[in-house]
């Protein structure tokens, strides 16, 4: 008799739309499914950490606006995770009743190292209780999370794949508060499982009431732990117990000294680390959260002397992140496969990770209720050929990404010209957030010209490449100029890229590497100080602030757009696109395109607004381009309806097509693609993959290759143009 429980954490259907790990997953019909923790998103990047969450500051001033955003944001997210197709065909592949269980980390409970309880000390310093979240957050955390496990526990087996998700439930519907989440406890005859939830009860570590799990789950664990020979127990959850890893290390049951910045000369751990230490029963522990696979075997303690427990940790994380910059995570997951009884039994562990044929395995065994056979390995960090860490050190795109950027706030420059950054390091060289001033200010009070970056994979960080001439009119011209004649020789189109709202450098440098990889063309990245990321939540209070940044930065765009344009009209065998996403047509290039004098707006192949958050009635600035102009829409854009609603007006992005919107004289072709299936509410249908036929249809338009218009109308495109 055999049972299979697989386990994974860590996806984000925005930035990997595709996770083909769940179906190698499927292939190994496994008989329960653990899904350990960031089964979505709510932060990435700089945002992520801040001292007090956005979305934390935004509930002090205005309680009703910031919890409407988290619910939208929050309900998206799942949503979008469901429509996964690989995710929805192995959930629907598992026979009712299904057993899939879900576990919280910080992302998907509310934000980066989120903490359910608050210190009770009322002298504790602030620090312990910033990331604590807010009893009304909470709610609304769990009630979507309900929806998410009904959709997984309902949907129909071996259906065929649907996008339907149940609406966004009414914020009246969110009352639910219990002390505690309830633990997942199972006997099979393999094992017993318990799930712990290790995120509503949790307070900071240095706390005095310090827990992470609730204290009716700390009295099942001790009961269940502690009995000698009760057999194989597997407890589960969202935090490692103990792992020296980047991201790991904060998030464990243990953590070493700090004394730099809390004063702590010893180990620093939860209580119940001393609880499952004090086990006298086998304990498998299973959990993700460190974007790797990982075999701890015995957990150790780092102090000599101390009884080793019968406790071994396995670790999956990764499953569903995808391309980072100019690398891949490998979408990851672990096995457990046990034979036997839970007194007498062969544990086999597995970790798969794309781009691995073989999985790495560990194999154990349990006799007479007992460890009789561990492989051994150290907590630190034993090294799998599945880790994603070391498949991602494999750079895959080893071209350098031409940038032109503004930093923000004034940040004064490295003095070495070519850093070497972790990716989780680009926000803070200062080239985020939405900002009232900018550095290099011309007489006139404008920024001047954008920095002219290149940017390029080293192992598994990133170069910036700055140049530095003391002219910086003659970088960005080298910058265009080094582009064309690349597309040049490799017979590809170079396409000028302006971000939307809410992008930060890093999820910038994202979307351009994105853009390369998927449609196979040259880009040219304008980044601008467009809001923080957050999504609906950044609509609340950034938007303002990025359209005043907008106004300061255009000058700087109109040069560097005017050098695009005289070079693509010097290289007219290479199709140059000016592509503009969401706000970046706002403002920004309505300001750019009015100041164009006499430069040649003609070498443009085609001008693309995709999603423009643009007002109605204001675009006769698409009158200075003398080429082709695209415009996408969706009637059903959920993030521009909530910003309509925030700010008071129509976007074009978002409403059905009229005439009079533009100008007179004008070459355009307005594609609907609200019935296109797949975009269902999205604001991004270009990056994200949607469909084969709209991906062909973004492949055309953005290599300036003719539209087919009668494969457009088959894909349920509406298509209006003007002549």
């Not at 439930?169 to 997942?184: G, H, K, Q």
């Not at 391309?323 to 997951?333: K, M, N």
């Not at 302006?498 to 999820?507: E, L, Q, R």
């Not at 609603?645 to 992005?653: A, I, S, T």
């Amino acid at each position: 008799m055999s049972l299979k429980i697989a386990f994974a954490s860590c996806m984000d259907a925005e930035r990997n739309a595709e996770q083909s790990a769940w179906s190698a997953l499927q292939q190994q019909q496994p008989d329960v499914l653990l899904l350990l923790g960031d089964t979505v998103y709510m932060d990435w990047g700089l945002a992520s950490l801040a001292r007090v969450p956005a979305a934390k500051r935004e509930w002090q001033s205005n309680k009703s606006k910031a919890l409407e955003a988290f619910a939208h944001e929050l309900h998206a997210r799942y949503r979008d995770q469901w429509r996964v197709p690989s995710f929805q065909a192995l959930v629907r592949s598992m026979p009712k009743p299904r057993q899939i269980f879900l576990a919280w980390d910080d992302h998907d409970f509310a934000w980066n190292n989120a903490y359910g309880m608050e210190s009770d000390d009322r002298h504790a310093p602030e620090r312990l209780n910033d990331k604590t979240v807010p009893d009304a957050f909470k709610r609304i955390a769990l009630g979507l999370r309900a929806q998410f496990e009904a959709t997984l526990r309902d949907a129909e087996t071996d259906a065929p794949y649907s996008a339907a998700y149940g609406p966004l439930p009414e914020p009246a519907s969110f009352t639910e508060l219990p002390d505690a989440i309830a633990p997942v406890d199972l006997s099979f005859a393999q094992a017993r499982l318990l799930v712990l939830d290790q995120r509503w009860c949790r307070t900071h570590r240095d706390a005095k009431n310090a827990r992470v799990i609730s204290e009716p789950d700390a009295r099942l664990l001790r009961d269940a732990a502690g009995g000698p020979g009760s057999g194989l127990l597997i407890v589960a959850g969202s935090s490692p117990l103990k792992h020296h890893s980047v991201f790991g290390t904060h998030d464990a049951w243990w953590a070493p000294p700090d004394a730099e910045k809390t004063g702590h000369h010893e180990d620093r751990a939860y209580p119940e680390y001393a609880l499952m230490r004090s086990a006298r029963c086998p304990i498998l522990y299973l959990s993700g959260n460190i974007h790797r696979n990982a075999y701890g075997g015995w957990v150790e303690d780092d102090i000599p002397g101390r009884t080793r427990a019968p406790v071994v940790q396995a670790l999956s994380s990764g499953a569903g992140l995808g391309r980072l910059f100019f690398h891949e995570y490998p979408g990851s997951f672990g096995l457990v496969s046990i034979d036997g009884t839970a007194h007498d039994a062969s544990v086999a562990l597995r970790w798969y990770a794309e781009g691995h044929k073989v999985p790495d395995e560990r194999h154990l065994q349990i006799a007479d209720g007992q460890w009789s056979q561990v492989t051994e390995g150290e907590c630190t960090n034993e090294k799998l050929s599945t880790d994603a860490d070391a498949l991602l050190h494999a750079t895959i795109d080893h071209e350098p990404l031409a940038v032109l950027s503004y930093r923000a706030r004034g940040k004064r420059l490295r003095d070495d010209d070519r850093p070497l950054l972790r990716y989780d390091e680009l926000d803070a060289e200062g080239y985020t957030g939405a900002l009232l001033a900018v550095p290099n200010l011309g007489p006139d009070g404008l920024a001047d010209w954008p920095e002219a970056l290149l940017v390029a994979g080293e192992g598994t960080s990133i170069r910036l490449h700055r140049r530095r001439s003391g002219d910086g009119a003659q970088d960005c011209r080298d910058v265009v100029l080094a582009a064309f004649q690349r597309a040049l020789a490799e017979r590809k189109s170079v396409v000028f890229y302006i971000h939307g709202f809410g992008k930060s450098f890093s999820a910038a440098l994202q979307q351009a590497c994105t853009l390369r990889r998927r449609f196979d063309c040259i880009p040219i990245l304008f980044t601008w100080p467009s809001g923080n990321e957050g999504g609906f939540l950044s609509l609340l209070g950034s938007f303002p602030a990025a359209i005043k940044a907008a106004e300061l930065c255009y000058k700087g765009l109109v040069g560097a757009l005017g050098d695009f344009l005289r070079v693509a009209n010097s290289y007219q065998p290479v199709p140059a696109v000016l592509l503009v996403r969401s706000l970046g047509a706002n403002t920004l290039m309505g300001l750019a395109a009015s100041a164009l004098r006499d430069e040649p707006t003609g070498a443009l192949e085609r001008l693309i607004l995709s999603a423009p958050a643009c007002p109605r009635k204001q675009m006769d600035w698409l009158a200075r381009f003398k080429c082709e102009q695209v415009v996408t829409v969706n009637r059903e854009d959920e993030k521009l309806r909530f910003a309509q609603k925030q700010h008071n007006g129509d976007f074009l992005g978002n409403q059905p097509f009229d005439a009079s919107d533009y100008p007179k004289g004008v070459r355009l072709v307005h594609l609907d693609c609200t019935d296109v299936n797949g975009v269902d509410e999205s604001h991004d249908y270009l990056l994200r993959q949607v469909n084969l036929e709209l991906h062909t249809l973004n492949e055309q338009l953005i290599n300036g290759r003719p539209i087919d218009f009668a494969q457009l109308q088959l894909a349920g495109l509406q298509v209006n143009m003007l002549v």
